[in-house]
Protein backbone atom coordinates (compact mmCIF):
# COMPACT_ATOMS: atom_id res chain seq x y z
CA UNK A 1 0.00 0.00 0.00
CA UNK A 2 1.35 3.63 -0.84
CA UNK A 3 1.48 5.90 1.19
CA UNK A 4 1.25 9.65 1.13
CA UNK A 5 2.87 11.97 4.06
CA UNK A 6 1.85 16.04 3.92
CA UNK A 7 3.80 18.69 4.96
CA UNK A 8 3.39 22.53 5.25
CA UNK A 9 0.41 23.81 6.00
CA UNK A 10 -0.26 26.21 8.62
CA UNK A 11 -2.06 29.86 8.77
CA UNK A 12 -1.34 33.03 6.45
CA UNK A 13 -2.36 36.38 6.12
CA UNK A 14 -4.26 37.03 2.23
CA UNK A 15 -1.78 37.77 0.08
CA UNK A 16 0.84 35.33 1.46
CA UNK A 17 2.67 32.42 0.23
CA UNK A 18 2.83 28.22 1.60
CA UNK A 19 4.19 25.59 0.11
CA UNK A 20 3.10 22.09 0.88
CA UNK A 21 5.00 19.08 0.43
CA UNK A 22 3.93 15.52 -0.17
CA UNK A 23 6.19 12.18 -0.29
CA UNK A 24 5.44 9.12 -1.85
CA UNK A 25 6.43 6.12 -0.55
CA UNK A 26 7.12 4.66 -3.67
CA UNK A 27 7.59 6.26 -7.04
CA UNK A 28 3.41 7.08 -8.37
CA UNK A 29 2.78 7.80 -11.49
CA UNK A 30 0.49 11.44 -11.17
CA UNK A 31 1.07 13.35 -7.83
CA UNK A 32 -1.17 15.94 -6.82
CA UNK A 33 -3.43 17.74 -4.43
CA UNK A 34 -7.09 17.78 -3.94
CA UNK A 35 -8.87 20.27 -1.07
CA UNK A 36 -11.73 19.80 0.64
CA UNK A 37 -13.80 22.18 2.87
CA UNK A 38 -16.41 20.85 5.59
CA UNK A 39 -20.02 20.28 4.34
CA UNK A 40 -18.81 20.68 0.54
CA UNK A 41 -17.18 18.37 -2.11
CA UNK A 42 -13.09 17.62 -2.51
CA UNK A 43 -12.20 19.54 -5.44
CA UNK A 44 -8.89 19.21 -7.24
CA UNK A 45 -6.34 21.48 -7.16
CA UNK A 46 -3.55 20.68 -9.26
CA UNK A 47 -1.96 17.48 -10.17
CA UNK A 48 1.18 16.42 -12.33
CA UNK A 49 2.44 13.36 -13.88
CA UNK A 50 5.79 11.54 -13.72
CA UNK A 51 6.77 12.97 -17.08
CA UNK A 52 6.05 16.44 -15.74
CA UNK A 53 2.90 17.11 -17.37
CA UNK A 54 0.66 19.65 -14.92
CA UNK A 55 -3.17 20.13 -14.60
CA UNK A 56 -4.57 22.48 -12.83
CA UNK A 57 -7.91 23.76 -11.25
CA UNK A 58 -9.53 27.21 -12.81
CA UNK A 59 -9.90 28.66 -9.91
CA UNK A 60 -5.81 28.83 -8.60
CA UNK A 61 -4.53 29.08 -12.14
CA UNK A 62 -1.57 31.79 -11.88
CA UNK A 63 -1.75 31.75 -8.14
CA UNK A 64 -0.43 27.87 -8.00
CA UNK A 65 2.34 26.10 -9.01
CA UNK A 66 2.92 22.02 -8.97
CA UNK A 67 6.29 20.36 -9.28
CA UNK A 68 7.62 17.25 -8.51
CA UNK A 69 11.00 15.83 -7.48
CA UNK A 70 10.89 11.93 -8.88
CA UNK A 71 13.95 11.40 -7.45
CA UNK A 72 12.62 12.23 -4.06
CA UNK A 73 8.60 10.73 -5.20
CA UNK A 74 7.87 14.04 -3.80
CA UNK A 75 5.29 16.82 -5.35
CA UNK A 76 5.22 20.38 -4.03
CA UNK A 77 2.68 22.90 -4.29
CA UNK A 78 3.85 26.46 -4.24
CA UNK A 79 0.78 28.67 -3.17
CA UNK A 80 1.16 32.37 -3.91
CA UNK A 81 -1.53 35.22 -3.36
CA UNK A 82 -3.78 33.41 -1.22
CA UNK A 83 -7.01 34.10 -0.12
CA UNK A 84 -9.44 33.24 2.77
CA UNK A 85 -11.18 31.02 -0.10
CA UNK A 86 -8.67 29.00 0.13
CA UNK A 87 -9.13 27.87 3.41
CA UNK A 88 -9.30 23.77 3.52
CA UNK A 89 -7.63 20.75 3.98
CA UNK A 90 -5.66 19.96 1.22
CA UNK A 91 -5.04 16.50 0.30
CA UNK A 92 -2.17 14.47 -1.54
CA UNK A 93 -3.41 12.26 -3.98
CA UNK A 94 -1.60 9.53 -5.86
CA UNK A 95 -3.09 7.51 -8.65
CA UNK A 96 -0.86 4.82 -10.81
CA UNK A 97 -2.62 2.70 -13.83
CA UNK A 98 -2.93 -0.86 -14.30
CA UNK A 99 -4.50 -1.07 -17.87
CA UNK A 100 -7.75 0.03 -17.36
CA UNK A 101 -7.78 0.17 -13.85
CA UNK A 102 -6.61 3.49 -11.81
CA UNK A 103 -5.82 3.09 -8.23
CA UNK A 104 -5.80 6.07 -6.33
CA UNK A 105 -4.31 7.06 -3.07
CA UNK A 106 -4.58 9.70 -0.30
CA UNK A 107 -2.89 11.21 2.53
CA UNK A 108 -4.29 12.19 5.43
CA UNK A 109 -4.38 15.87 4.67
CA UNK A 110 -2.79 19.67 5.76
CA UNK A 111 -5.06 22.16 7.09
CA UNK A 112 -4.38 25.18 5.43
CA UNK A 113 -6.05 28.75 6.61
CA UNK A 114 -5.85 31.57 4.94
CA UNK A 115 -7.20 34.65 7.41
CA UNK A 116 -6.03 38.46 8.87
Known amino acids: QVQLVESGGGLVQPGGSLRLSCVAS?????MGWYRQVPGKQRELVATITSDGVPNYAHSIQGRFTISRDNTKNTVYLQMNNLKPGDTAVYLCYGEDHFGAYIRPYWGQGTLVTVSS
Open 26 to 30: ESIYR
